[in-house]
């Protein structure tokens, strides 16, 4: 399978310092909300796919629950592994591949951990490996952006100062995918990165869980868990179980 821009990118310290100012209280805020909406066992395992460093999971551990962290980037696993304990562990691993450790209760996807592919059918081929990893009626769990209002609001250009790096940030609409060019100075030397995340719609993403074998159950805006509206919500969060 071909790794593009979120090889490089995710496993740059420079990735970590752009985005060093999220909202740590937001998170777990969501994840209580979340746990109490599941109504998961104590105990219950949990898979976080594509994890990053592993806060999502280190709450989760911290609240009861086996789980187990996976990512593209060697760097935020090893980061992660250092909060590595009983019943709580993570790996290098690529969300279109099959995982081959057993069925998880649930497996969350969070943070807008998806749409990063070039094909629809390597996004298809995702969500089949996740309903791979459930029992039946086990829990996805999709944490994603609303693509509709991203795009209605978005900030074309834009200069972001973050310690001793200045990012010149440029956004734009491409063959279905929202970009972000990235460039900045640092160490003395110039860097060049780029996102690309598919602006998947409610409908879109409808389409994709009922072809993977995912009924969705319910659609959130909010980490509040509030009702989604296409226009107004700034989260589109998803939640489905495997049939």
């Given at each position: 399978?071909?790794?593009?821009?979120?090889?490089?990118?995710?496993?740059?310290?420079?990735?970590?310092?752009?985005?060093?100012?999220?909202?740590?209280?937001?998170?777990?805020?969501?994840?209580?909300?979340?746990?109490?909406?599941?109504?998961?066992?104590?105990?219950?395992?949990?898979?976080?796919?594509?994890?990053?460093?592993?806060?999502?999971?280190?709450?989760?551990?911290?609240?009861?629950?086996?789980?187990?962290?996976?990512?593209?980037?060697?760097?935020?696993?090893?980061?992660?592994?250092?909060?590595?304990?009983?019943?709580?562990?993570?790996?290098v691993h690529d969300m279109r591949a099959p995982l081959n450790m057993?069925?998880?209760?649930?497996?969350?996807?969070?943070?807008?951990?998806?749409?990063?592919?070039?094909?629809?059918?390597?996004?298809?081929?995702?969500?089949?490996?996740?309903?791979?990893?459930?029992?039946?009626?086990?829990?996805?769990?999709?944490?994603?952006?609303?693509?509709?209002?991203?795009?209605?609001?978005?900030?074309?250009?834009?200069?972001?100062?973050?310690?001793?790096?200045?990012?010149?940030?440029?956004?734009?609409?491409?063959?279905?995918?929202?970009?972000?060019?990235?460039?900045?100075?640092?160490?003395?030397?110039?860097?060049?990165?780029?996102?690309?995340?598919?602006?998947?719609?409610l409908a879109d993403l409808q389409a994709l869980f009922a072809q993977?074998?995912?009924?969705?159950?319910?659609?959130?805006?909010?980490?509040?868990?509030?009702?989604?509206?296409?226009?107004?919500?700034?989260?589109?969060?998803?939640?489905?179980?495997?049939?």
């Amino acid at each position: 399978m071909s790794t593009t821009w979120f090889a490089d990118w995710f496993d740059s310290a420079y990735y970590h310092l752009l985005y060093n100012n999220r909202n740590e209280a937001e998170a777990q805020e969501f994840m209580r909300n979340l746990l109490a909406h599941l109504n998961l066992d104590k105990g219950s395992r949990l898979l976080d796919l594509a994890c990053g460093k592993g806060r999502h999971s280190i709450y989760l551990h911290s609240q009861g629950y086996e789980v187990l962290g996976v990512d593209l980037a060697p760097e935020s696993i090893a980061a992660a592994n250092e909060q590595a304990q009983q019943g709580l562990s993570f790996a290098v691993h690529d969300m279109r591949a099959p995982l081959n450790m057993g069925q998880f209760d649930a497996v969350l996807n969070l943070f807008t951990s998806f749409g990063y592919f070039e094909s629809e059918e390597e996004h298809l081929q995702t969500l089949k490996e996740v309903r791979n990893m459930l029992p039946k009626e086990g829990f996805f769990v999709m944490d994603f952006m609303n693509a509709h209002k991203v795009i209605q609001n978005l900030v074309l250009a834009e200069e972001k100062q973050v310690e001793d790096v200045l990012f010149h940030l440029r956004r734009y609409v491409e063959n279905g995918y929202i970009v972000k060019d990235i460039r900045f100075e640092a160490e003395g030397q110039n860097f060049n990165f780029q996102e690309r995340v598919r602006g998947f719609l409610l409908a879109d993403l409808q389409a994709l869980f009922a072809q993977a074998g995912l009924e969705i159950l319910d659609q959130f805006g909010n980490y509040q868990l509030d009702p989604f509206s296409e226009e107004s919500s700034n989260r589109l969060i998803l939640i489905a179980k495997a049939c």
